[in-house]
């Protein structure tokens, strides 16, 4: 019976989660980077599976609809052949530029639901807008950066000052 309780403790903790939820005071590592690299990646060293979830809730209040979104890393669809800090800077960013776009998105949709709008398409139109927006922005940023260090350094402080600027949209929920 004791082999039992051991093997059900052991697998509590060692079972990780495969995404991470975007953290102001955590940052990723090398070790969140689990995937396996493609055979065709090209000239890439690394890839960060990042998402916007934006999830509707089931309850309305006063028949206005309310979304919830975050941002997340997929560790088993992140890969790395490279241990650069200065590679992990730059993929730690592109998780920084979807968190960006999560507080654009959740300040729109606050802006619909003050106004009461009940209309779902409203809402699907507001955020898959800044979906697309998000997506147009990470190629952006690899297209300028790729062997930069000056945009680099501009990215980094234009990704900081817009995290700032958007605190108040910053998620504070549990997973």
Not at 22 to 50: R, T
Request: charged share 35%; proline share 2%.
């Amino acid at each position: 019976m004791k082999v039992f309780y051991y093997i059900i403790f052991c697998m509590c903790f060692s079972f990780q989660s495969d995404v991470i939820l975007w953290d102001a005071n955590i940052k990723l590592d090398w070790e969140d980077y689990q995937g396996l690299p493609p055979k065709n990646k090209g000239v890439k060293v690394a890839v960060s599976s990042v998402k916007i979830n934006v999830k509707r809730e089931q309850y309305y209040e006063g028949n206005v609809p309310h979304y919830i979104v975050k941002s997340f890393f997929n560790k088993k669809k992140s890969w790395t052949i490279t241990n650069s800090e200065k590679s992990l800077l730059h993929e730690r960013l592109h998780f920084d530029i979807t968190e960006i776009y999560s507080r654009k998105i959740r300040c729109e949709l606050k802006i619909l639901e003050e106004s009461e709008e009940k209309d779902v398409n409203v809402y699907k139109t507001t955020y898959r807008k800044l979906l697309k927006e998000h997506w147009e922005t990470q190629k952006k940023y690899d297209e300028e950066v790729y062997f930069s260090k000056a945009k680099q350094k501009e990215w980094i402080d234009k990704v900081a000052k817009e995290l700032e600027e958007l605190k108040e949209y910053e998620y504070v929920g549990k997973g």
